[in-house]
């Protein structure tokens, strides 16, 4: 099941038609990472500290959905 998003957040992406790559900066379980690649965004990228939270996204969205997670701290991430 895939959280609805905050009003601003789909306000946001409903006056913008533009897709593109997307970054979901402290992603936790990717409930919103999951919402931006349903709306089309290819690649998703999303980024959150916690392991445990990066595991149980990766187990819930599995592979080739066009998201990408990484467990680390965003202001140490290179460019990848």
Do not use: M, W
């Amino acid at each position: 099941e895939i959280a609805s998003p905050p009003e601003d957040l789909e306000a946001y992406l409903g006056q913008h038609n533009n897709r593109g790559s997307a970054l979901d900066i402290g992603c936790g379980t990717g409930n919103y990472t999951l919402y931006l690649a349903t709306k089309g965004f290819r690649p998703v990228v999303g980024v959150d500290f916690s392991e445990k939270a990066i595991g149980l996204a990766k187990q819930r969205v599995g592979d080739g959905a066009g998201i990408i997670f990484i467990q680390g701290d965003v202001l140490e991430l290179e460019n990848r």
